[in-house]
């Protein structure tokens, strides 16, 4: 069983917003970090935003206009919106476990932004 | 916003042989705060190496990373057939965590 699986719309218009949710299980999600990161086709890897259980949060300077994480504790959810969205936004979209090293994590979700 | 430089970008061995990757960063890793990943095709990565050379869980002992300041390597000890891959270093010593571009490791 993975213990976080993404969800979430694969096909997201250019200048809307994209959403989506990671589901942890095998454990509650009040205890660590929690991060989105993301690999556009081909290319390598960008950390986008954590969140810990109280609600603080970090972003990563080029998306911070754009992007909101949340976290849902009675669902151990935590959630990703990110808005505007460009074609340069497509990419598999991961969630995962920590702050400073990753792991375990998602085994991701691609988004395509086209019309 | 520390960059992190793998090389080389493309790495040919064979099975048994040793692989030496290479992460350099633009300026020094606050308590050299570095991980490795691996990455094979069409999954995600996995967590290998921490703090620049502690070992994750259930990783094999033929993984080891080294180095301090800006200089860190990973080494494979004897490259097995599931450790061609892609392998990308990251750091978390400043507030922007950021990865290097990766290095593939490929079979001669």
């Known amino acids: 069983q993975v213990p976080l699986q993404e969800s979430g719309p694969g096909l997201v218009k250019p200048s809307e917003t994209l959403s989506l949710t990671c589901t942890v299980s095998g454990g509650s999600i009040n205890t660590y970090y929690w991060s989105w990161i993301r690999q556009p086709p081909g290319k390598g890897l960008e950390w986008i935003a954590d969140?810990?259980?109280?609600?603080?949060?970090d972003y990563n300077p080029s998306l911070k206009s754009r992007v909101t994480i949340s976290i849902d504790s009675s669902k151990n959810q935590f959630s990703l919106n990110l808005k505007s969205v460009t074609a340069a936004d497509t990419a598999v979209y991961y969630c995962?476990?920590?702050?400073?090293?990753?792991?375990?994590w998602g085994q991701g979700a691609l988004v395509t932004v086209s019309s | 916003e520390i960059v992190l430089t793998q090389s080389p970008g493309t790495l040919s061995l064979s099975p048994g042989e040793r692989a030496t990757l290479s992460c350099r960063a633009s300026e020094s890793v606050s308590n050299n705060y570095l991980a490795w990943y691996q990455q094979r095709p069409g999954q995600a990565p996995g967590l290998l190496i921490y703090d620049a050379s502690s070992r994750a869980t259930g990783i094999p002992d033929r993984f080891s990373g080294s180095g301090s300041g800006t200089d860190f390597t990973l080494t494979i000890s004897r490259l097995e057939p599931e450790d061609f891959a892609v392998y990308y270093c990251?750091?978390?010593?400043?507030?922007?965590?950021?990865f290097g571009q990766g290095t593939k490791v490929e079979i001669k």
């Open positions: 969140i810990y259980f109280r609600g603080n949060t």
């Open positions: 990251q750091q978390y010593g400043s507030s922007t965590r950021t």
């Open positions: 995962a476990r920590g702050a400073s090293s990753f792991g375990p």
